[in-house]
Nanobody, 115 residues
Framework: QVQLVESGGGLVQPGGSLRLSCAASGSIFSINPMGWYRQAPGTQRELVATFTLYGSTNYADSVKGRFTISRDTAKNTVYLQMNSLRPEDTAVYYC?????????WGQGTQVTVSS
């Protein structure tokens, strides 16, 4: 089993920044790759940014150039630096781990972008 704990969400004004963290514990040999997804009310969960098994990164077109995914392998932690936030980035952000079904999911952290 893998446990994922997210942190760093909150309320921010448009144009602001937030940094999300996701710390993994448990059976960490099965956590890769790790990534971030989000779900806004009334929508499906969507990819935001993720590492691949080979260490490269993938981003949703809507966040390219604004968000950066990074990781600290020694801490089994993945981060999401979010800059130039927009109201449409408002969602619950989830960390996901694992390369095949069933994936492991965190509990989610709310990000609200509003003036």
């Amino acid at each position: 089993q893998v446990q994922l704990v997210e942190s760093g969400g909150g309320l921010v004004q448009p144009g602001g920044s937030l940094r999300l963290s996701c710390a993994a514990s448990g059976s960490i040999f099965s956590i890769n790759p790790m990534g971030w997804y989000r779900q806004a009310p009334g929508t499906q969960r969507e990819l935001v940014a993720t590492f691949t098994l080979y260490g490269s990164t993938n981003y949703a077109d809507s966040v390219k150039g604004r968000f950066t995914i990074s990781r600290d392998t020694a801490k089994n932690t993945v981060y999401l630096q979010m800059n130039s936030l927009r109201p449409e980035d408002t969602a619950v952000y989830y960390c996901r781990a694992g390369g095949r079904l069933p994936y492991y999911w965190g509990q989610g952290t709310q990000v609200t972008v509003s003036s």
